[in-house]
């Protein structure tokens, strides 16, 4: 009864909300099925290829400039796709780019940034907490001046998309002189922004680009050559470059599905595109919480993410949630509990999200709180 016939009866997909692996364009996945037996006439499947393939290799330089063009980034920047998701970049970054002699800068706005501060203390190194939002449960993103920043570290990391508590950075300090790392798992592509401004950016691809396997990362050439060279091949960022992001076996379907999103996402109008789509998805649900004395986002309002929607019912009727969590399910709609180590409920309307997936979800939650307003 509460299903969108409409979009649902095809194929019996369902609305799926997850934060990652998430939902992919249609249009990308028929695109994938009408060609995964026999790959361009060449027999075989794109699982069964060779990497050395010369169809494999346009298939990953393409991806590769797709990405480069959209990110706008230039001849100074290498791209390359890597295994071992985001939080393999959580280690591999301070292993090139560590100084026992010099601190390395965290921004921590939430649960990823932590992670990120852990391994950097476990490689021995030292972290320096700039800001943290940690005591306010990062319910808003920490507040830092220019001054308060370590001139002598050796990078500064930070997340733009804070996935779990549903924040996002609308703009970063301009940083003189200053490496920058971000972590854009869970907003790359999905809005425009002077992405030059980092000297290395890293997204895994199973929240906006594709399904899980292969980690975009971005890196700036003049940083790569002052990379420790005094670890193993395979974490050294050089060694990847040399080899085209050939050093090991690729993740060739991960990167494969991948280009054919940034092909998606060109034909979309590209980041201007998405993010006017993004925006006004992101308007549709906020404002339905808004005006709403049932669900309630407690995230402060310049901060909210565009991408993950963190709300509670009440003040986090944790019942009352998780019988929302199961009937959505039941009624179509998948994924929109929220992360377990904060509770309550997210709804993730990454690029491939439909508005009328979004839509559809309002008309549900208004459904739920007619028939369930009393309990709270
Ligand atoms: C999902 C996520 C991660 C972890 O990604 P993996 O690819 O599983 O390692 C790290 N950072 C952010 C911001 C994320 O959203």
Same mark, same amino acid.
């Given at each position: 009864?509460?299903?969108?016939?409409?979009?649902?009866?095809?194929?019996?997909?369902?609305?799926?909300?997850?934060?990652?692996?998430?939902?992919?364009?249609?249009?990308?996945?028929?695109?994938?099925?009408?060609?995964?037996?026999?790959?361009?006439?060449?027999?075989?499947?794109?699982?069964?290829?060779?990497?050395?393939?010369?169809?494999?290799?346009?298939?990953?330089?393409?991806?590769?400039?797709?990405?480069?063009?959209?990110?706008?980034?230039?001849?100074?920047?290498?791209?390359?796709?890597?295994?071992?998701?985001?939080?393999?970049?959580?280690?591999?970054?301070?292993?090139?780019?560590?100084?026992?002699?010099?601190?390395?800068?965290?921004?921590?706005?939430?649960?990823?940034?932590?992670?990120?501060?852990?391994?950097?203390?476990?490689?021995?190194?030292?972290?320096?907490?700039?800001?943290?939002?940690?005591?306010?449960?990062?319910?808003?993103?920490?507040?830092?001046?220019?001054?308060?920043?370590?001139?002598?570290?050796?990078?500064?990391?930070?997340?733009?998309?804070?996935?779990?508590?549903?924040?996002?950075?609308?703009?970063?300090?301009?940083?003189?002189?200053?490496?920058?790392?971000?972590?854009?798992?869970?907003?790359?592509?999905?809005?425009?922004?002077?992405?030059?401004?980092?000297?290395?950016?890293? %997204?895994? &691809?199973?929240?906006?680009? =594709?399904?899980? #396997?292969?980690? $975009? @990362?971005?890196?700036?050439?003049?940083?790569?050559?002052?990379?420790?060279?005094?670890?193993?091949?395979?974490?050294?960022?050089?060694?990847?470059?040399?080899?085209?992001?050939?050093?090991?076996?690729?993740?060739?379907?991960?990167?494969?599905?991948?280009?054919?999103?940034?092909?998606?996402?060109?034909?979309?109008?590209?980041?201007?595109?998405?993010?006017?789509?993004?925006?006004?998805?992101?308007?549709?649900?906020?404002?339905?919480?808004?005006?709403?004395?049932?669900?309630?986002?407690?995230?402060?309002?310049?901060?909210?993410?565009?991408?993950?929607?963190?709300?509670?019912?009440?003040?986090?009727?944790?019942?009352?949630?998780?019988?929302?969590?199961?009937? %959505?399910? &039941?009624?179509?709609?998948? =994924?929109?509990? #929220?992360?377990? $180590? @904060?509770?309550?409920?997210?709804?993730?309307?990454?690029?491939?999200?439909?508005?009328?997936?979004?839509?559809?979800?309002?008309?549900?939650?208004?459904?739920?709180?007619?028939?369930?307003?009393?309990?709270?």
């Amino acid at each position: 009864m509460l299903r969108n016939f409409e979009v649902l009866a095809f194929n019996n997909r369902i609305f799926n909300f997850g934060a990652g692996p998430a939902t992919l364009p249609l249009s990308v996945m028929q695109e994938v099925e009408s060609e995964f037996l026999n790959y361009q006439s060449s027999g075989m499947s794109i699982v069964e290829m060779s990497h050395r393939n010369p169809l494999f290799e346009e298939i990953i330089s393409t991806a590769r400039s797709r990405a480069k063009k959209l990110l706008g980034l230039g001849q100074d920047y290498e791209l390359l796709f890597l295994q071992g998701g985001a939080r393999h970049q959580f280690a591999m970054v301070p292993t090139n780019f560590g100084n026992h002699d010099r601190v390395i800068d965290v921004i921590d706005s939430g649960v990823w940034t932590k992670f990120a501060h852990q391994e950097i203390s476990r490689l021995k190194l030292m972290p320096h907490l700039v800001a943290s939002t940690e005591s306010t449960k990062y319910q808003s993103l920490p507040k830092y001046r220019p001054e308060d920043l370590d001139p002598k570290a050796s990078y500064i990391h930070f997340c733009s998309n804070n996935t779990v508590v549903g924040t996002q950075w609308k703009e970063f300090l301009k940083l003189k002189g200053v490496r920058s790392v971000v972590d854009m798992s869970s907003d790359i592509f999905s809005r425009v922004l002077d992405f030059a401004q980092f000297d290395l950016i890293y %997204a895994g &691809a199973q929240k906006n680009i =594709g399904p899980a #396997g292969t980690t $975009l @990362v971005a890196i700036k050439k003049d940083w790569v050559d002052q990379g420790r060279k005094d670890i193993p091949e395979i974490f050294q960022y050089s060694a990847h470059i040399k080899h085209d992001s050939m050093y090991n076996t690729p993740c060739c379907f991960s990167i494969y599905v991948c280009g054919l999103v940034l092909k998606w996402i060109e034909d979309r109008g590209g980041l201007a595109g998405l993010e006017s789509e993004n925006t006004r998805k992101a308007k549709l649900l906020y404002s339905y919480l808004d005006q709403s004395s049932f669900y309630r986002s407690a995230v402060h309002l310049p901060d909210r993410s565009i991408m993950n929607v963190v709300f509670r019912i009440g003040d986090g009727h944790e019942a009352l949630e998780s019988k929302f969590v199961s009937e %959505a399910e &039941a009624a179509g709609y998948s =994924g929109l509990k #929220g992360h377990r $180590l @904060v509770g309550g409920l997210r709804a993730s309307i990454y690029n491939a999200q439909s508005y009328e997936a979004v839509k559809s979800l309002t008309e549900f939650m208004d459904n739920f709180y007619e028939r369930h307003k009393l309990e709270l």
